[in-house]
């Protein structure tokens, strides 16, 4: 992911000709939160349903 950033391609000089490179970070950052994040998302999902905010909402007062 890191190489298909535009910093990185230009201060290396690289020329990545690579179709959907744009997407690359995009894609594997929504994969990265929704694997690590879903305990987190159902938690806060079942807070807002109980009507109980909690820690997963971590609402502010």
Same mark, same amino acid.
């Given at each position: 992911m890191v190489l298909t950033s535009h910093l990185v391609v230009d201060?290396? @000089? $690289?020329?990545?000709? *690579?179709p959907g490179r744009s997407w690359v970070g995009p894609v594997l950052g929504s994969v990265v939160f $929704?694997? #690590?994040g879903w305990p987190f998302l159902v938690g806060a999902l079942r807070? *807002? &349903? #109980? &009507?109980?905010? @909690?820690?997963m909402l971590l609402e502010r007062e």
């Open positions: 201060r290396l @000089g $690289l020329r990545l000709d *690579v $929704l694997w #690590d807070e *807002v &349903r #109980d &009507r109980a905010p @909690g820690m």
